[in-house]
C-alpha cells in the first residue's frame, strides 16, 4: 500500500492501523506499506495507492488492475479507522452487506429517501453477481450502512426487520 504523502502524520497513523486490524481477523491476507519518502515509481505488481481527495471515501471492490496502483480515496474527513477498513474491504472484493441477494430477509431499504446520486449504493445483487461466502447477514457489520445513511429527507434509507 502507498499512502499520498499529503496526510498528515495523524491521518497516516490512523490509514496505517486499518491493515493491522484486517490481518488480525484476515490472517491470509498480508499488507505492506511503503515508508514515508518512499514512491513506488516503477514498481509493477499490484498494490493499493490510498490518494487523499478533497472530497469523498471510495474503492473499486476487489482487483481492478493486472499491475500496478489501484485507487482507494479518503477524504481527510474519511480517516477513520472504520471508514478506512470499510474501504480496504471493498479492495478486497467485498460488496456491501445490504446489496446481498437476501437482503430482503433482514432490512427495507426505502429508495425514495435515498439521495439521486446514491441509488447505485443501495443496488440488490444477485446470486450470480455476488457471494456471501456462506456468511449469515449481519446488521451490524462494517459493510452494512446506518440506517439513515445517503439520506435526501432525514428519513430512513434502511429500516431493519424484527425476527
Same mark, same amino acid.
Given at each position: 500500500?502507498?499512502?499520498?504523502?499529503?496526510?498528515?502524520?495523524?491521518?497516516? /497513523?490512523?490509514?496505517?492501523?486499518?491493515? #493491522?486490524?484486517?490481518?488480525?481477523?484476515?490472517? =491470509?491476507?498480508?499488507?505492506?506499506?511503503?515508508? +514515508?519518502?518512499?514512491?513506488?515509481?516503477? %514498481? +509493477?505488481?499490484?498494490?493499493? !495507492?490510498? /490518494?487523499?481527495?478533497? @472530497?469523498?471515501?471510495?474503492?473499486?471492490?476487489?482487483?481492478? *488492475?493486472?499491475?500496478?496502483? &489501484?485507487?482507494?480515496?479518503?477524504?481527510?474527513? =474519511?480517516?477513520?479507522?472504520?471508514?478506512?477498513? !470499510?474501504?480496504?474491504?471493498?479492495?478486497?472484493? $467485498? !460488496?456491501?452487506?445490504?446489496? &446481498?441477494?437476501?437482503?430482503?430477509?433482514?432490512?427495507?431499504?426505502?429508495?425514495?429517501?435515498? &439521495?439521486? #446520486?446514491? %441509488?447505485?449504493? $443501495?443496488?440488490?445483487?444477485?446470486?450470480?453477481?455476488?457471494?456471501? $461466502?456462506?456468511?449469515?447477514?449481519?446488521?451490524?457489520?462494517?459493510? !452494512?450502512? @446506518?440506517? *439513515?445513511? $445517503?439520506? /435526501?429527507?432525514? *428519513?430512513?434509507?434502511?429500516?431493519? *426487520?424484527?425476527?
Amino acid at each position: 500500500m502507498f499512502l499520498d504523502p499529503e496526510y498528515n502524520d495523524d491521518e497516516r /497513523k490512523v490509514i496505517e492501523m486499518a491493515p #493491522n486490524d484486517l490481518q488480525k481477523v484476515l490472517p =491470509c491476507v498480508k499488507f505492506w506499506i511503503w515508508p +514515508k519518502g518512499q514512491s513506488p515509481a516503477g %514498481y +509493477k505488481e499490484r498494490y493499493i !495507492h490510498i /490518494k487523499k481527495v478533497p @472530497s469523498g471515501c471510495s474503492s473499486d471492490v476487489g482487483k481492478t *488492475k493486472t499491475e500496478g496502483a &489501484q485507487t482507494l480515496s479518503l477524504a481527510q474527513r =474519511c480517516v477513520t479507522l472504520g471508514t478506512v477498513i !470499510h474501504e480496504m474491504i471493498h479492495a478486497l472484493g $467485498f !460488496h456491501h452487506e445490504h446489496s &446481498q441477494p437476501d437482503r430482503d430477509k433482514y432490512v427495507t431499504v426505502n429508495l425514495q429517501n435515498v &439521495q439521486d #446520486n446514491r %441509488y447505485n449504493a $443501495f443496488r440488490k445483487y444477485t446470486d450470480k453477481e455476488v457471494s456471501t $461466502f456462506g456468511v449469515p447477514y449481519n446488521t451490524k457489520s462494517l459493510m !452494512h450502512y @446506518s440506517s *439513515k445513511d $445517503f439520506s /435526501k429527507d432525514g *428519513k430512513p434509507t434502511i429500516v431493519t *426487520k424484527v425476527c
